[in-house]
């Protein structure tokens, strides 16, 4: 189920995300949203519907000092918070001493991070990803609008990840977040 893209501009970070919820071949357009804002973070999941509502309503995301450095922070920090927040809800699963979770996209503070389901944390070069069973039609819409506005392509690269993928419903929800000011000029000093 599911596609969710999310895309870097400036010191903005745009994301969006379809509504379909999936069971095997039942398919359920949900009035819940997969793409949210949590404190100074835009998120938007795929998984499971109880995983995102865990990172939307309990996960407490952690301050973040301005000299600390954002990849680390979401390595350690973030990801330390959701861990707690998904075991608290009983969601995190273990299995043969091996903790997983889901799989999620973060934008903060101007940059965009997607966190898999054994919680590594990874940044795509490109300034753009999309995660979901529509992953692949969104990257290739992403890679074929570079230029345009972008909230058009994001908006753009969910329209053709419904068109080839069963899984991707509209209505889309498309967001975005602003960079903090002094962590901008903290960082750029």
């Known amino acids: 189920m599911t596609c969710i893209v999310g895309l870097v501009d400036g010191d903005r970070v745009w994301m969006g995300g379809d509504s379909a919820g999936v069971n095997g071949l039942d398919i359920t357009v949900r009035a819940d949203t997969k793409v949210f804002r949590n404190g100074d973070c835009l998120i938007g999941f795929t998984s499971s519907f109880r995983m995102g509502q865990l990172l939307h309503y309990r996960l407490d995301v952690p301050e973040r000092e301005p000299d600390t450095d954002l ?17 608290d809800g009983g969601y995190a699963h273990r299995s043969n001493e091996v903790e997983t979770g889901g799989t999620f996209m973060v934008g903060c503070d ?80």
């Open 71 to 87: 990849f680390r922070y979401m390595v350690v920090d973030f990801v330390d918070s959701v861990r707690n927040c998904l075991k």
């Open 110 to 189: 101007g940059r965009l991070f997607t966190v898999q389901s054994d919680y590594q944390v990874g940044e795509a070069v490109r300034g753009f990803h999309a995660i979901g069973c529509g992953s692949d039609y969104a990257l290739g819409s992403l890679a074929s609008t570079v230029g345009q506005p972008p909230e058009e392509r994001v908006l753009k690269a969910l329209e053709c990840a419904e068109l080839f993928n069963g899984g991707v419903r509209a209505p889309f929800t498309i967001q975005s977040i602003v960079r903090r000011p002094h962590l901008a000029l903290t960082e750029a000093a």
